[in-house]
């Protein structure tokens, strides 16, 4: 605009002015400018300039006039350029991702369509322009800029605005966003004041009314999806009832812990839930341990046995072998087969033995004082000398 | 310096030959004229506004649909009111629930101006609106409130509690030309010596669900042990059966064996097994005998002809 401005000021009939003094128009540039917007609708050229600039302006003005170069032409000229700026301000260009509105007289108009257009500028027109695309942020109980940040002027009181009674008359901490974006630029523009405010405030009232009706336990654990989904849900529908024109893309819980105060009793519990299970897994692994060995041993047992059996049938069947076979000898001479067993049987048995032949007679007094049994108990270990046979 | 000095004169002399062409001074004044005539005739209304006309301080007109509007010069003034949802919010203050408990509860109301006649006339702006409105929607939390429990206000009941005080608000207000378009609390929470309170109960309940899962867990643990011996202790004990059971029948078998061979002949069998003990069980170097020279294995040992 201003670049427009110095242009056409260094051309055509301003030259004989800049032939005067370089300096002059330059220095009642910022004057013409601020003319040219605020007087635009009903601009009278030169007289209205005289009325308003300065005295150097003024002289200039005086100049031409006394100099007598046709005054009428000159303020044609400025009416017909100033009139050409205001006209110029009314293009207006409508991104995709922004949304406009025109309003004639205060009085909505059309929605402003996208692409390069044109409305007749201020004072008659109005364009308003907002991006529909943009998702702003609203965050609570917490600041992720790290400034201490208001809304409203007040320092937001971050704990006051975190600490929240659940439906079990307990206190939670709890951090939570708010991303919206505007989805109908005119109820957003024609019905809500403060749009960021009035977000903020539902937003709370939202939050703090699902969590009032959600126990602790649910909104510390598995709850939360749902507490973001119903909040989200409850926001939506009081910006509605508002015809705010937002419309509510995330809510969504940073963080919810118990109050920092009662935290380590809170952190114990999971300890203990841990602890629980260390326990249990211990005693698995002692039930692990001694279950299989006891199977081991049983089968052990098992195998001994089974062992045991097959030791004695073999054994008795060779036993009855064995006698079957002795019997047979015996079946062809019995007297004399059982004699001979007998004589046999008794010589391995007084040969091998450590042996005390007392004659019958002698027996028939005191034996038992011949033998101290304790010294025959000590001379077993040797070999007795008078041994016979 | 110099400059100003020399352009008084010189604008002196401007002015006193435009202040002499009549013409054009006819032509400025005509005009200053006719710009002042068309500003205080013509005002414009936005889509967000309504407005009220005045006559010597007396409304007379209503204005509810925007663009450009045209009043008389002078006599009439125009006042414009927001269209728009306008919020207003009360401070945090206790209140007292039906059972006695305290609760710091604040709350917004969200309203329009419907009535700008109605609103004017009573209240004048929004600042007499703020005072008047502020103190009708404290007193009606604090009646809805006082009327329930904090139980109740910890359910889903609060969306019904906001909707009666809104009721409330909405009939009270009636006369400031007001439309309560909506009431919501904000923060419902307990003063802060109950908080104190209800931390030391949050804080003892975790303490005792704690101590009640590590003895769950130990319970559990010995559940299992008790458990794993005992099956231990069966496994054994069914082993140990089954042993004997097969024992037994070894043995049985071998009974058998034996009754079949030694059946044959049980007096022989008598002797050969009685052999067989003998030379088993007394054992060379193991067994001490004191004998008598009797009997039949020493029949000879006396004399050859022992008959």
Known sequence: ?389 | MQQQNQNPKQQNKFMEEFFQNKKALRFMAISTVILVLIISTIFTVDQRQQALILQFGEPIRLIKTPGLKFKLPFLQNVIIFDKRILDLGIQEQEVIASDQKRLIINAYTKYRITDPLKFYTTVRNQYGLNGKLGAILDSSMRQVIGEVTLSELLTIDRTNIMARIKEILAKESQIFGVEIVDVRIMRGDLPKENSEAIFARMQTEREKEAREIRAKGAEEAEKIKAEADKQRTIILADAKKKSDIAKGDGEAKAAIIFAGSYGKDPEFADFYRSMRAYREALQADKTRMIISPDGEFFKYFANSNSR
């Open chain 1, 1 to 389: 605009m201003l670049k427009f401005f110095t242009l056409k000021m260094n051309q055509g009939p301003w030259g004989p002015w800049s032939g005067d003094n370089t300096q002059k128009p330059q220095n009642s540039n910022p004057q013409f400018k601020a003319d040219s917007n605020q007087n635009s609708g009903k601009n009278n050229g030169g007289k209205n300039s005289s009325n308003d600039s300065g005295p150097d302006f003024f002289k200039k003005i005086t100049d031409y006039f006394s100099n007598n170069k046709s005054p009428k032409k000159l303020a044609g000229l400025i009416v017909l350029s100033i009139t050409a700026l205001w006209l110029a301000s009314g293009f207006y260009k409508i991104n995709p991702d922004e949304n406009g509105l025109v309003l004639y007289f205060g009085k909505f108009y059309s929605i402003a369509t996208p692409g390069l257009n044109y409305y007749i500028p201020y004072p008659f027109g109005e364009l308003v322009k907002k991006s529909v695309t943009t998702v702003n942020t609203e965050e609570f109980g917490y600041n992720s800029n790290g400034k201490k940040s208001d809304y409203k002027k007040g320092e937001r009181n971050l704990e006051a605005e975190s600490l929240m009674l659940t439906g079990d008359e307990n206190i939670v901490d709890i951090e939570f966003q708010v991303q919206w974006q505007i989805s109908n630029i005119e109820e957003y523009t024609f019905n809500i004041t403060e749009p960021n405010l009035t977000i903020r405030k539902a937003a709370e009232s939202a939050m703090r009314e699902v969590i009032a009706r959600t126990p602790i336990s649910e909104a510390l654990s598995d709850g939360k999806s749902n507490i973001e989904q119903t909040t989200r849900a409850l926001l939506q529908q009081t910006l509605d009832s508002y015809k705010a024109g937002v419309r509510v893309v995330l809510v969504q819980l940073r963080r919810v812990d118990p109050p920092s105060q009662v935290i380590d009793a809170f952190r114990d519990v999971q300890t203990a839930k841990a602890d629980k299970e260390k326990e249990i897994n211990q005693a698995q692994a002692y039930a692990n341990d001694i279950i299989p060995r006891a199977r081991g041993s049983a089968a052990q047992l098992q195998g001994q046995a089974e062992a045991y059996k097959a030791e004695v049938v073999t054994n008795a069947e060779g036993e009855a072998e064995r006698f079957l076979a002795v019997y047979r000898q015996y079946a062809k001479s019995k007297q004399v087969t059982k004699k001979r067993i007998y004589l046999e049987t008794m010589e391995k048995i007084y040969r091998d033995s450590d042996k005390v032949l007392i004659d019958k007679n002698a027996a028939k007094s005191s034996v038992t004082s011949y033998f101290p049994l304790n010294d025959l108990n000590n001379a077993a270990a040797k070999p007795k000398p008078e041994a016979t046979k």
